[in-house]
């Protein structure tokens, strides 16, 4: 059973460009959170989805930042217009359920997005 | 609003010793869970023990043991006979059920450990 799939793992940019963060989550998991990781500091939560709905959005900045979770296909993070204060790794989290013995989240490998 | 702190942020430990990692946080909840993570240099976040609010016993994974103490919102982590590769930073984590049906990390600074040989 395959872990959680991020990719890529290291993405450069340039200010003012896109930037597309892809996240598949563990077979069978339909919840996808997203958090970031600035240097030196822990995990901050950014969103939380499920298929085609967003629960949860509460840590996205307000502006330029967005996220899906299609019927079909992975989870996406768009940074649009990227700024050098973005560069940070973005981790994405995928969890069976969301009671019970199934909170539990599994983490993926991340994406270290570097603006240049 | 829940903050986890853990106030060291490097520590060192000679190989095949024991070295405990503190842990406090802040909640008006009853009900929650706490994490310990292990991130290595490759950054994959790894989990290393769980801890249900709800349960007095303390969790132990192994070499891996807790001291919960609920009363002080203290969670702090034992790593008996620390091996080379336990050297990473470790991350206490806080959950909980919020309102919008969403359980969300909430993770401290980390710890940066270093296990000597």
């Known amino acids: 059973n395959a872990g959680v799939m991020q990719n890529p793992r290291h993405l450069v940019r340039r200010r003012g460009q896109e930037a597309r963060l892809r996240c598949s989550p563990m077979k069978g998991h339909s919840h996808v959170y997203w958090y970031r990781q600035l240097p030196e500091e822990g995990l901050k939560f950014m969103v939380y989805?499920?298929?085609?709905?967003?629960?949860?959005e509460s840590g996205m900045p307000k502006e330029r930042f967005s996220a899906e979770f299609p019927k079909e296909g992975p989870s996406i993070l768009r940074i649009q217009q990227v700024v050098r204060g973005d560069s940070a790794a973005y981790f994405c989290?995928?969890?069976?359920?969301?009671?019970?013995?199934?909170?539990?989240?599994?983490f993926g490998p991340g994406t270290r997005l570097t603006v240049t | 609003a829940q903050t986890v702190t853990q106030s060291q942020p490097e520590m060192s430990v000679q190989e095949a010793e024991t070295v405990t990692l503190s842990c406090t946080y802040d909640?008006?909840?009853?009900?929650?869970?706490l994490f310990w993570y292990k991130q290595p240099p490759s950054r994959q976040m790894i989990l290393v023990i769980r801890q249900e609010a709800y349960k007095q016993q303390n969790a132990t994974e192994n070499r891996f043991s807790v001291n919960f103490q609920k009363a002080a919102k203290s969670f702090s982590l034992k790593i008996s006979d620390s091996q080379l590769g336990d050297t990473a930073m470790y991350f206490c984590a806080f959950m909980k059920h919020e309102t919008s049906g969403t359980y969300k990390y909430i993770f401290g600074t980390g710890t940066r450990l270093k296990v000597l040989a």
């Open positions: 989805l499920q298929k085609e709905n967003i629960i949860d």
């Open positions: 909640t008006s909840e009853n009900n929650y869970y």
């Open positions: 989290a995928s969890s069976l359920r969301t009671s019970g013995i199934s909170y539990e989240q599994y």
